[in-house]
């Protein structure tokens, strides 16, 4: 099975500086994709940013963006101008392309990202 | 709708009773996906369905879940016999389509909290 790993889990950024959340995983697959989830208190799944592997440019979306290194099996999301909003717990998720797990999601522990003023 | 609903919000059993979540996918979306989220955070895929149809079910633990999708119903979790352990959030999510098809972005309902006293 896919293993979705989250070395830290905790961060901390002060506000409008810029913060990276590390994820690595394991897989023998070449066809899969890649999600962060941010999880307030609220426990709503919200995602934030999705990545092809068959893709090589980076997916970003306004203050997010991924470093992607497929050939290191890393997946990081990188925050920029830090807001006090982005204050959640982060989740790193694996998605197969094909196969029997098709459609599962596999996730990491999750980052618990604090923001201060 | 535009969003995954599911219902209960919170829910609170007796060990040994029985608890039924519901969620409806967010329209159009063929995939719904059921993942158990306990208390450190680990998230536990459970069962898929394509529309009515049982799509991987590798994750259920059968002696005491099961789960339905019908046709114009939402779609059900149940737990007969809940245990202490089942004490978890239910998360549910739909895709439009299967990784390779485009649209597979899987969308989350708010959660139903399972307390199990």
């Known amino acids: 099975a896919q293993t979705v790993t989250q070395s830290q889990p905790e961060m901390s950024v002060q506000e409008a500086e810029t913060v990276t959340l590390s994820c690595t995983y394991d897989?023998?697959?070449?066809?899969?994709?890649l999600f962060w989830y941010k999880q307030p208190p609220s426990r709503q799944m919200i995602l934030v940013i999705r990545?092809?592997?068959?893709?090589?440019q980076n997916a970003t979306e306004n203050r997010f963006s991924v470093n992607f290194q497929k050939a290191a099996k890393s997946f990081s999301l990188k925050i920029s101008d830090s807001q006090l909003g982005d204050a959640a717990m982060y989740f790193c998720?694996?998605?197969?392309?094909?196969?029997?797990?098709?459609?599962?999601?596999?996730f990491g522990r999750g980052t618990q990202l604090t923001v201060w003023p | 709708g535009e969003e995954v609903a599911q219902t209960p919000k919170h829910l609170v059993r007796g060990e040994g009773q029985k608890a039924k979540l519901y969620c409806a996918p967010i329209?159009?979306?063929?995939?719904v996906f059921w993942y158990q989220q306990v208390l450190k955070n680990e998230f536990k895929f459970l069962i898929s369905?394509?529309?009515?149809?049982?799509?991987?079910e590798t994750g259920m633990p059968k002696e005491r879940f099961s789960a339905k999708c019908l046709p114009n119903s939402p779609c059900s979790l149940e737990i007969q016999a809940t245990k202490l352990e089942d004490s978890a959030v239910y998360f549910c999510?739909?895709?439009?389509?299967?990784?390779?098809?485009?649209?597979?972005?899987?969308?989350f309902g708010p959660g139903t909290r399972l307390l199990v006293l």
């Open positions: 999510a739909s895709s439009q389509s299967l990784p390779g098809q485009g649209q597979e972005t899987q969308y």
């Open positions: 897989t023998s697959e070449s066809d899969y994709y």
């Open positions: 990545q092809e592997a068959y893709k090589q």
């Open positions: 998720a694996y998605r197969s392309g094909r196969g029997s797990t098709l459609g599962r999601l596999y």
């Open positions: 329209k159009g979306h063929s995939y």
């Open positions: 369905f394509q529309n009515e149809n049982v799509f991987d």
